[in-house]
Antibody, heavy 119, light 110 residues
C-alpha cells in the first residue's frame, strides 16, 4: 500500500518557522515528483511547492522565498521548511505525489498536518 | 481560482448530478488534462478521476469525467448519502507554471 504520513505542524507566531516532514511507504520518493498542497480553514486546495526526482524545485508565488522543499531519499522523506510565516499561511498542509507521465495528478495524499500562525 | 466550479450542487439519493469546471486555454486547453478529487468531511482529498475520464482501480463506475474544449465535468449517478462532501477539479496551468485547483463544489445529498 502506498502511503504518506505528515508531521511537524503546530502553533507559531508571525515571523516564526516550522519544518514539516512527510514519510512515504510503499514507494520511493527518489523517483517521484513530490508536492505540498495546503488548505486554509474552510477554503479550497492550493498547491504550494514541488520537487522532482532531478533536484528541481517549484513554488507558488505566494510562498516563493519563504518556503523550501527538500527531500532525504535515504529516509524516504520529503520536507517543507516554512520561514517568515504569516497569518495567511494558516492551513492544513498535505503531502502528495504527483503521478502520471507528466506528473499530472496527485495520488496518494497524506492525512495532513495543521499549521496555525497566530499573534 | 483559475478553474471555476459552482459553489454547491445537490440531489436526492439515486439521482444524477454533474459538477462543471471551466478554465482557459492554458489551464484546460487541448494539451491539458483535468483531474477530480473527492474530499469527505474531515478527511484528506482522494483521487477520483485522472486524465479527464479515467478512474483509479476500485472506484465505482458511478463516477465519470469528461472534457470538451475549455470545460470539464464530473458526473455522479446513483447518488448516495456517503457521496456528500467537497469535489475539486485540478489541472496544470502552463502560463502560471504550476498546478491549479478549482474552488471546490459542495455536494449535498438531500
Amino acid at each position: 500500500e502506498v502511503k504518506l504520513v505528515e508531521s511537524g505542524g503546530g502553533l507559531v507566531q508571525p515571523g516564526g518557522s516550522l519544518r514539516l516532514s512527510c514519510v512515504a511507504s510503499g514507494f520511493t520518493v527518489g523517483g517521484n515528483f513530490m508536492n505540498w498542497v495546503r488548505q486554509a480553514p474552510g477554503r479550497g486546495l492550493q498547491w504550494v511547492a514541488g520537487s522532482d526526482g532531478g533536484g528541481n524545485t517549484f513554488y507558488a508565488d505566494s510562498v516563493k522565498g519563504r518556503f523550501t522543499i527538500s527531500r532525504d531519499n535515504s529516509k524516504n522523506t520529503v520536507f517543507l521548511q516554512l520561514d517568515n510565516l504569516r497569518a495567511e499561511d494558516t492551513a492544513v498542509y498535505y503531502c502528495a505525489r504527483a503521478y502520471g507521465s507528466s506528473a499530472n495528478w496527485f495520488d496518494p495524499w497524506g492525512q495532513g498536518t495543521l499549521v496555525t500562525v497566530f499573534s | 481560482s483559475v478553474l471555476t466550479q459552482p459553489p454547491s450542487v445537490s440531489g436526492a439519493p439515486g439521482q444524477r448530478v454533474t459538477i462543471s469546471c471551466t478554465g482557459n486555454s492554458s489551464s484546460i486547453g487541448t494539451f491539458s488534462f483535468i483531474h477530480w478529487y473527492q474530499q469527505l468531511p474531515g478527511t484528506a482529498p482522494k483521487l477520483l478521476i485522472f486524465d479527464n475520464h479515467n478512474r483509479p482501480l476500485g472506484l465505482p463506475d458511478r463516477f465519470s469525467g469528461s472534457k470538451s474544449g475549455t470545460s470539464a465535468s464530473l458526473a455522479i449517478t446513483g447518488l448516495r448519502a456517503e457521496d456528500e462532501g467537497d469535489y475539486y477539479c485540478q489541472s496544470y496551468d502552463r502560463s502560471l507554471t504550476g498546478w491549479v485547483f478549482g474552488g471546490g463544489t459542495k455536494l449535498t445529498v438531500l
